[in-house]
């Protein structure tokens, strides 16, 4: 992988994006039966996509035009971090048999279109039934020092690797308000990885209950919420949705300028975005390759 691939797509990828941004702008500008018109003429080229329903963290700043999705996790009896992946199932659409994931959490549609912009339709990993573990990896060169001092790239995460998470700090906003890493999901092996970050925080069980300030979110959006996370951890699909950038949780010093440095923070064109602040948005997301 190319050493900034992480910041910026790759030239190809990027005229994917600009080519998938125009056509999602124009897709949005049509009624729900347009939309299902446009998918119907251009379905051979690909599988899946179109106007998608999703819950992800708050975009509260800049040109980002939406948040970014989270990824429900779990820990298993080894403490190691996984991502669930939606139930793989075929259906008939317009004649032709195709393999999506899809599946209910507490009345949510969760869908593996959800991740399905930026370039990241593409990757292996996103294919339903991609042979791959929904283990959360380590990235190497993370720029968490914590993390590039203690995990190697593709070893796992574990919660032992967050125990310190009430008190963790690194010089950037307010310490004990959570720790993160940077992590890869479906993604092993010569292939395109898709970026997630991992955060550990007091702040998440006081999201799913309903504590204090965060009584404000919807409950269907806090029913998702906690049924995603657990044990304090939550994670989410890491591609900033304005040029698919990797943001960062505490990650770049210069975030404090910008009103980011207890928040999740894009350093190409000053996106913040809220972890504590989940959302329900909707977006047209991008076809997968064809089956």
Known sequence: MPLDEDKYPSETGRRRFVKGVVGSAALS????GGAVALDTATSPSGVGGGITQFVGIENTDGPAPRGMPLIPLTIDSDGALKGRWPEVKTETVQGREVTIAETEINGTTYSSAWYQYCGIQTAEGLAPDADQDNFFRSVPGSELQWQADSKEAGEKLFADDFADYESWGN????????KPAKAQWRSEGEVQTIPVQ?????????????????????????????????????A????????????GF????????FGGEDRVYCQCHQSVYNPFSPVSKSFVALPRPGE
């Open 236 to 247: 989410w699909l890491n591609k900033c949705t304005h040029f698919c950038c990797v943001p």
């Open 198 to 234: 991992v955060m550990r925080s007091p702040e998440v069980s006081k999201i799913a209950n309903g504590e204090g300030k965060y009584s404000e979110i919807p409950a269907s959006v806090r029913d998702f919420f906690g049924a995603a996370t657990e044990n304090d951890f939550m």
């Open 250 to 257: 505490k990650t770049y010093e210069g975030s404090a300028k």
């Open 171 to 178: 010089g950037i906003g307010e310490s004990g308000l959570g």
């Open 29 to 32: 500008g049509v009624g729900v």
